[in-house]
């Protein structure tokens, strides 16, 4: 937001250098972004000059040769000149010999075309005060000859672009900003006095408008209007255009330049309408219908929805609320009757239209973030002051205010005990109290604190609906004190011998593991649109995850995963042509458990396929390389992913290809596993290009916290392996991993105590001729070791034959002959 000094100096005598208020600004909270200085800069040598003749240059059709008096500086000069908006008589500015332009353009007496020119008449551009170079600046108000050009331009003034927290709107004004900057300075600060006070004469009453009506009272609690008749539309006055120039507005008119102004001077969005292009003669605040159209003051008609709030008449849309108005209520130069407009719409309202028309504005800016509603009627009569003084004409009836202003009272109790125990070193109590008050936070009580300091109950006006702690009180007394006089000293604290929060290392070891498997890790924004939410979990879910009042469309629900995100990533990535396919994220989201949903610490990755040509392709990523990368993530959380059952994803599978991908876990064991191919319908509606494989491994903190045992080095056999293969047919719908773990438990069982099975693994699966229809064959290796001798072929085989016999028992697999 841009900030005028000279704007500011109306309600504050700051008189400090502009270096130390920028650095007041920035002490005070609000980042300085820019400063910059307009009006002409020192100027030497530049005077006001009369032309006193001008005749046409003997060897140059677009020149003329001046005669130019500026009086005590010099007497008469002649001077060649090639602009031709000027007159004898004019007072113009006349750089002389040896003065130096902006630009380091420098002045000398030449000859032009053969004619002696001793100066130069300056255009706006030349002097450094405009763009206009069409002509020359002709001086009004007949300054004194030879008068130095600094004492006759306007003041310079210094523009300060500043950035604006959220929490502070009432600071998107200049009485906001001046009000800080009056406390910092220790300045009185003084408001604008209204003569107008909300009092017309009965017998004045308006024929072209009969009142207002409110239809959504939710979503206006507070709508003023006022008439002001007999009013003459015509260019502002020239202070006020320059004010509006000074922070990047365009003057249009009297009446929409009040209307700019008092929104820069107070924070309250104003409108005008011309009274006579209300039809029906009468205001309604409504909702719009799904379809309606308006046509905004851009030119862009634009197509409104049921949850637009508008400001209509009888007939059709004249306005959407808060945002912008439309080019047919809008004052024109034949508008003599207008109805001003000051009202509260409801922040998260116009939040929403904004970001559904793409449509943003100033008013839409204050809007959003919150206006005074206490202010309302008072920033009204402030425009209606300036309206009169301005364009002329009366205010008459009827003046409506729809809702009312409902009574704030807001008071906190703090010691100054408290703010010296909070900031850790003392300010004397009538200091913290002086602090207080220049922000116009009144102390209302004061008594005799225990400690023998000071308790107050403090005030808090309307515009700090940010202060309702005690601690708030604190941030601001420091705010005033300043930050820069905190007294420096030792830093005292107590060593602890801890170790980091279990999620805190499971998410440094996770993301470590995937960047060095080469993935590329990304943060994502925790919300994601209701859209897609149900893609993920179920209905139940969805809606325990939505925010009560979301910022934006697209941010309404906590997010169930971080594939989605991921995805999003992807595809940016895809649209710009950059190979990122392999992307990975951790962080918290919710996993769902019979409709109810926990918050878990994650890691998940994606793998795309590969757009680029290489003139060596390496086998490309599978199921299998999804299934690795979430086992070593389960192992970073203690997990041994291997010794556990996956389940295929059947059904919609919440955005997981069914027959492609797997589950592991549940929330009831306190973690989730979940890899394999992602939906490749959501990727094609998506407009992600190819197969996308996924991998999530998500867990709860509470399961984290339990410490998983410390492995310790154990002793290892010096002796050989046996190996075995065995080949069992078994059902063609069985799992190869279920036939894997029923051979390593019955081999176990079979070896006892006499030696060990250290590994059973898969390395075939068959089906085809030689197997009955409906069964495969599943080759497994069994890996047999004793730690204190050599087994022999007999001893081996003999638990080979003794697990075959038990698997078939127990499980109905038969040994393949």
């Known amino acids: 937001m841009k900030i005028s000094l000279n704007w500011i100096r109306d309600y504050a005598a700051i ?55 500026i009086g005590p500086a010099g007497g008469v000069r002649t001077i060649v000149c090639g602009a031709s908006n000027y007159a004898v008589g004019d007072r113009v500015p006349v750089a002389l010999p040896g003065a130096v332009l902006p630009g380091d353009f420098r002045i000398r007496q030449s000859k032009i075309r053969g004619e002696l020119s001793d100066g130069m008449l300056c255009s706006a551009r030349e002097l450094g005060i405009g763009e206009d170079a069409s002509g020359l600046l002709i001086l009004g108000g007949r300054p004194p000859l030879g008068a130095p050009i600094n004492d006759v331009l306007p003041p310079g003034d210094t523009v300060f672009d500043i950035e604006v927290t959220p929490n502070r709107p009432d600071c998107l004004c200049h009485i906001g900003v001046a009000r800080e900057l009056a406390a910092w300075f220790r300045k009185v600060l003084a408001y604008p006095q209204e003569k107008f006070r909300g009092g017309v004469a009965a017998s004045a009453t308006s024929e072209l408008f009969k009142g207002v009506t409110v239809e959504t009272p939710e979503d206006c609690p507070l709508y003023s209007a006022h008439v002001v008749a007999g009013v003459r539309v015509g260019p502002s006055p020239a202070w006020m255009q320059e004010r509006l120039r000074s922070v990047g507005l365009r003057p249009i008119n009297n009446i929409v330049d009040v209307g700019n102004y008092v929104m820069l001077e107070y924070g309250q969005p104003l409108h005008a309408f011309d009274a006579r292009k209300i039809a029906g003669g009468r205001i309604v605040v409504r909702r719009a219908t799904d379809g309606e159209k308006i046509t905004t003051l851009d030119g862009r008609e634009r197509t409104l929805t049921a949850r ?32 001003v407009e000051s009202a509260i719409f409801r922040a998260s309202s116009v939040r929403w239209t904004s970001r559904s028309l793409g449509l943003a504005s100033d008013s839409s800016y204050r809007y959003e973030r919150g206006v005074d509603p206490h202010t309302a009627v008072e920033s009204a009569w402030r425009a209606i002051d300036l309206i009169i003084a301005t364009a002329g004409g009366e205010v008459v009836g009827p003046v409506c205010v729809v809702g009312r202003d409902v009574p704030w009272k807001r008071e906190i109790a703090v010691s100054s005990g408290f703010v010296t125990e909070r900031l850790g070193f003392e300010i004397p109590a009538q200091e913290m109290r002086g602090a207080l008050e220049a922000l116009d936070l009144l102390v209302t009580r004061e008594t005799a604190a225990g400690d023998g300091g000071s308790e107050w109950t403090v005030g808090i006006p309307s515009w700090r609906d940010d202060l309702d702690r005690p601690i708030d009180l604190v941030e601001e007394i420091l705010r005033i004190h300043g930050t820069d006089r905190i007294p420096g000293a030792r830093v005292a604290s107590i060593g602890l011998a801890a170790e980091d929060d279990p999620v805190v290392v499971f998410n440094r070891t996770a993301a470590a593991y995937l960047v060095g498997h080469d993935f590329h890790e990304c943060v994502n924004l925790t919300l994601r649109p209701a859209s897609e939410i149900t893609t993920w979990v179920s209905q139940a879910a969805a809606a325990e995850l939505a925010l009560l009042n979301p910022f934006v469309e697209d941010q309404t629900h906590l997010r169930p995963t971080l594939v989605m995100g991921l995805l999003d990533a992807l595809l940016l990535n895809q649209s710009r042509g950059v190979p990122a396919t392999r992307l990975c994220e951790v962080g918290r989201i919710f996993i769902e458990n019979n409709g109810q949903n926990h918050e878990g610490a994650a890691a998940a990755f994606v793998i795309a396929e590969d757009p680029a040509r290489h003139w060596r392709r390496r086998e490309p990523a599978d199921f299998y390389t999804a299934k690795h990368h979430v086992a070593a993530l389960a ?40 890899f394999g191919l992602v939906n490749l319908a959501m990727l094609r509606a998506r407009g992600i290009e190819g197969s996308v494989l996924a991998g999530v491994f998500t867990i709860l903190p509470e399961k984290l916290a339990t410490r998983a045992p410390r492995l310790r080095v154990r002793e290892f056999s010096l002796f050989p392996a046996a190996l075995r293969d065995i080949a069992l047919v078994v059902g063609k719908q069985v799992p190869s991993g279920d036939v894997r773990s029923a051979v390593a438990e019955d081999a176990a069982a079979a070896a006892g105590g006499a030696f060990s099975v250290e590994d059973v693994q898969v390395f075939d699966v068959y089906e085809g001729k030689g197997l009955p229809e409906g069964r495969k064959s599943v080759a497994l290796s069994i890996v047999f070791r004793s730690p204190s001798r050599t087994l022999t072929d007999d001893e081996v085989n003999a638990v080979v034959s003794q697990t075959a016999a038990q698997v078939e028992k127990k499980h109905g697999y038969t040994l393949r002959k």
């Open 635 to 674: 192992a970073a959380a203690g997990i041994d992913l291997g010794t556990e059952r996956l389940e295929p994803v059947a059904g919609p599978g919440f955005g997981w290809q069914e027959g492609h991908s797997v589950n592991a876990g549940s929330a009831d064991r306190g973690w989730v596993a979940r």
């Open 15 to 69: 008189d400090a250098p502009v270096d130390e208020i920028a650095r007041a600004i920035t002490f005070l909270g609000f980042e300085v972004e820019h400063v910059a200085t307009t009006g002409a800069p020192k100027l030497s040598d530049v005077v006001v000059g009369e032309v006193l003749t001008r005749v046409k240059h003997p060897n140059a059709d677009k020149l003329s040769v001046c005669t130019v008096d």
């Open 308 to 339: 637009t709030v508008v400001i209509a008449d009888a007939e059709k849309a004249l306005v959407v609320a808060g945002v912008m108005g439309g080019v047919n209520s809008g004052v024109d130069e034949s508008t003599t009757s207008i109805v």
